[in-house]
């Protein structure tokens, strides 16, 4: 049977046919679908972990056991599981382990580009990489034949474009895969230096013997044209441009395992055509390959190592001027993105722009604070950094006579890597505060689960993580809890907690107001007679509000009825359903 998939839904199902059994994942966009379509097949145990290293780890352990694993995360996300990824290198596996990574380049939901190929090369381990949903797929299965052959954990590399395009895939059942049995092996499991350093040549040698495989692996393929003027190597997304604009033209080298690369594959490909060109986004890795080879070899003089490449910057770089796609009349105005009517952070963060706080933010759909006209925020760096950046910014600035200066991030982001900052600044007595923007869900990525939540990731009751006790029980004795919606409450206690000379937590609580659960007040309406078109109400930024005639107006469609806009206007010109 065919079907139209996504290609991180079309992962999902190569994880149920392959014969997977434990799933374990942070969410983080391009790959959050992966495990999201995974949780939907009974067979599979699917969780959402508090990290992206947490959720390596566990994998680790089920494969460990013997059960075929998977853990998924974004480019950034494989920072955080750095630290295992790099060990289990050492160790291999039991039961197959599969790690998907999914790359964002361009930006378009992430604080960096960043290519994971090189996690491959440093940890040396192998890496697929689909070129489109029905490789997704099978590329899955082909990663656990690898990872049990050779005794090793297997990256897969998507990106956006292939994890969030949708293209035909062939239905197969799923293969039953036979627990293996664990039986204890200090040598190769106990990573302490006498035993590691017997393991690193273990590395090696299995790296020459993935490469020799990679020669002939199925995944890796030639295609050649009559006219072979010139030759291209490529890989993922820009395999698709390649062909969509020369077709069977011009002979390509199609490479879906990405590490090791083939030696002899690619020279022989070299040795029979008269122009050698990389078409690769982001690094130069297979160019930087080729000429470790001493091949000559066309890329990046071509093609940007910054952002996507398309079609049309293909074919522009390689000479080709047949038309692809349809210009626009008139230029799309930019619509930048802003936090939705009603955003239990949008008051929080007038509040913080009126006591003209230096802000240290974090990853969450709560940096938008720091876009007009809220320009609420500083800094935001990474997962967590807000917590551990706000110790340090203070100290350094330990002895100014005002404290100015707070912390905020996500309830989703505080379980995932604020905590231990809060421990330093409780263990250290760092005269901070740190606000935990508490909306009930992981936002961003598309409403997930959290420890916070009190449900997983299949919607089960679940331990529920009270923030307040944590917090005190990390060592933070002050710790309030404020409604973002109150604005009076919210400044009243952030005020205090910036006169105490002591450790601090704010919880700034109510639900995102997009939960299907939240039941919103009815639509604010303007009396025109009263409203003076001062445009007070603006400064929060609402999209449900705009100005009209030199009146403000309410688009009763987008407004929640939150009220933030009502304690702005001295004129009393907003007004709730009587």
């Excluded at 006591?355 to 876009?371: M, P, Q, R």
């Excluded at 935001?380 to 991030?409: P, Q, R, W, Y």
């Excluded at 990731?457 to 923030?467: E, I």
């Amino acid at each position: 049977m065919k079907q139209l998939l996504l290609g991180n839904e079309a992962f999902a199902r190569g994880l149920y046919e392959a014969g997977c059994s434990f799933v374990s994942s942070y969410p983080g966009t391009p790959s959050t679908e992966i495990t999201e379509f995974a949780a939907k097949y009974p067979e599979l145990y699917a969780e959402w972990a508090p990290n992206e290293k947490v959720a390596m780890e566990a994998a680790f352990g089920a494969s460990l056991a013997g059960k075929r694993s998977f853990c998924g995360m974004k480019h950034v996300g494989l920072n955080v599981a750095a630290d295992p990824l790099f060990t289990i290198s050492y160790t291999g596996v039991n039961g197959g382990m599969v790690i998907g990574v999914a790359d964002d380049a361009g930006m378009h939901s992430s604080q960096n580009e960043q290519d994971s190929r090189h996690y491959a090369k440093a940890a040396k381990l192998p890496m697929l990489e689909p070129s489109d949903s029905m490789e997704a797929k099978d590329f899955v299965s082909l990663a656990y034949e690898i990872s049990e052959r050779f005794d090793t954990p297997v990256l897969i590399k998507m990106c956006t474009r292939i994890a969030h395009s949708q293209s035909i895939v062939t239905l197969g059942e799923r293969k039953y895969s036979p627990a293996k049995s664990y039986v204890k092996n200090p040598a190769k499991y106990i990573m302490m230096p006498a035993n590691a350093r017997q393991r690193h040549p273990v590395v090696e040698n299995r790296l020459a013997a993935l490469q020799s495989f990679a020669e002939t692996a199925y995944c890796n393929r030639t295609e050649w044209a009559e006219d072979r003027s010139l030759g291209i190597i490529t890989s993922s997304t820009a395999y698709q441009y390649v062909k969509e604009i020369f077709g069977d033209k011009v002979s390509v080298l199609k490479l879906g395992m990405i590490w090791p690369l083939p030696k002899k594959l690619i020279s022989d490909f070299a040795s029979k055509v008269e122009r050698l060109v990389v078409v690769e986004e982001l690094d130069g890795f297979i160019e930087s390959f080729c000429n470790s080879l001493g091949i000559p070899v066309e890329g990046k003089s071509l093609f940007p190592e910054i952002g996507e490449l398309s079609q049309s910057a293909v074919a522009k770089a390689l000479g080709v001027n047949t038309p692809l796609g349809i210009r626009l009349p008139e230029a799309i105005p930019p619509r930048p993105p802003v936090m939705c009517a009603g955003c239990p952070h949008r008051g929080l963060y007038y509040v913080l722009q009126k006591l003209k706080l230096t802000v240290l933010g974090d990853i969450g759909c709560y940096t938008l604070g720091a876009v007009a006209p809220l320009n609420a925020v500083d800094s935001v760096i990474c997962m967590g950094a807000s917590v551990s950046g706000i110790h340090g910014f203070n100290l350094a600035n330990e002895g100014a006579s005002d404290k100015n200066t707070v912390a905020v991030i996500g309830d989703s982001t505080f379980m995932h890597s604020g905590m231990t900052g809060l421990v330093n600044i409780a263990y250290n007595n760092s005269n901070s505060t740190v606000i935990i923007l508490d909306n009930s869900i992981t936002g961003m990525t598309g409403h997930q689960h959290n420890p916070t939540t009190g449900y997983n990731l299949k919607g089960d009751p679940a331990a529920k993580v009270d923030l307040e006790a944590l917090c005190k029980a990390l060592g933070i004795e002050r710790v309030r809890v404020v409604d973002p919606y109150d604005l009076k409450q919210c400044e009243s206690v952030i005020r205090e907690e910036l006169s105490v000379d002591a450790p601090s937590v704010v919880i700034s609580r109510r639900p995102c107001a997009l939960l299907k659960y939240v039941k919103h007040a009815p639509a604010l309406r303007v009396d025109p007679d009263r409203c003076v078109g001062c445009k007070m109400c603006m400064k929060i930024g609402c999209p449900a509000i705009s100005i009209a005639a030199g009146k403000a107006k309410v688009d009763n469609t987008l407004c929640t009825g939150c009220g933030i806009c009502q304690q702005l206007c001295k004129f009393s010109a907003l007004e709730g359903e009587k």
